[in-house]
């Protein structure tokens, strides 16, 4: 079991930027991946960025365009690892709830295109951008 949490939303104007943190317990087992996914009211859960354990690499949505960086920290003597999302140029249609969630095993290269598969998420934390 890994708990998820995440943090740092917020409101901002057009073209702000915002730091988005999600910690979890542990990193995910046999080289699973972390990736920050968003919902807006009525819609799917659309995956925004993943970070690959297994191999170190990180992957974005088409809808990024450069403006989000994706990165981890390891608390030295603890299992806790934070996912950081810095998100630069925001847009009014980045407003949504972002979630973070945690995957075991194998992330194919297209994992963001399949929430479900996530085994472990977190509660969620409202992003809104204002034009």
């Known amino acids: 079991q890994i708990q998820v949490m995440e943090s740092g939303g917020g409101s901002v104007e057009t073209g702000g930027s915002l730091r988005l943190s999600c910690e979890a317990s542990k990193e995910p087992d046999r080289g699973g991946c972390m990736a920050w996914f968003r919902q807006t009211p009525g819609n799917e859960r659309e995956g925004v960025a993943v970070l690959v354990f297994g191999d170190n690499t990180t992957h974005y949505a088409d809808f990024v365009e450069g403006r989000f960086t994706l990165s981890r920290d390891h608390a030295k003597n603890s299992d806790i690892v934070t996912l950081i999302l810095r998100m630069n140029s925001l847009k009014p249609e980045d407003t949504a709830v972002y979630y973070c969630?945690?995957?075991?095993?194998?992330?194919?290269?297209?994992?963001?295109?399949?929430?479900?598969?996530?085994?472990?998420w977190g509660h969620g934390t409202q992003v809104t951008v204002s034009s």
């Open positions: 969630a945690s995957k075991t095993g194998y992330c194919a290269g297209r994992i963001l295109d399949h929430p479900p598969l996530f085994n472990y």
